[in-house]
């Protein structure tokens, strides 16, 4: 089993950024592949990005790069999400996954493991 434990949400004002984190812990050698998802009201889930634990290699949804950034710390067991000029269009619950596959991958159907999400709202 993989616990994922998502934080870091909050209110922001639009322009402004946030960091997310998503703790890992359980069987994590097990686990290659991790990603962020989003989810707003009404709306279909949607892939943020995603990151190999191990290499670092990323993927990014076309809409979202060059304002959010992927990261993870393999030390500290934990994955970043930095969104920076955030907008109104950004406000959604966040999820953190995880997967056994080797390379980054967008598609949520292959994440095995799903934290419980953080909130993020963005005023304008």
């Known amino acids: 089993q993989v616990q994922l434990v998502e934080s870091g949400g909050g209110l922001v004002q639009a322009g402004g950024s946030l960091r997310l984190s998503c703790a890992v812990s359980g069987r994590i050698f097990s686990m290659h592949t991790m990603g962020w998802f989003r989810q707003a009201p009404g709306k279909e889930r949607e892939s943020v990005a995603a990151?190999?634990?191990?290499?670092?290699?990323?993927d990014y949804a076309d809409s979202l790069k060059g304002r959010f950034i992927i990261s993870r710390d393999a030390a500290k067991n934990t994955l970043y999400l930095e969104m920076n000029s955030l907008q109104s269009e950004d406000t959604a619950v966040y999820y953190c996954?995880?997967?056994?596959?080797?390379?980054?991958?967008?598609?949520?159907?292959?994440?095995?493991?799903w934290g419980q999400g953080t909130q993020v709202t963005v005023s304008s």
């Open positions: 996954a995880a997967s056994r596959l080797a390379f980054p991958t967008l598609n949520p159907r292959v994440y095995e493991y």
């Open positions: 990151i190999s634990w191990s290499g670092g290699s990323t």
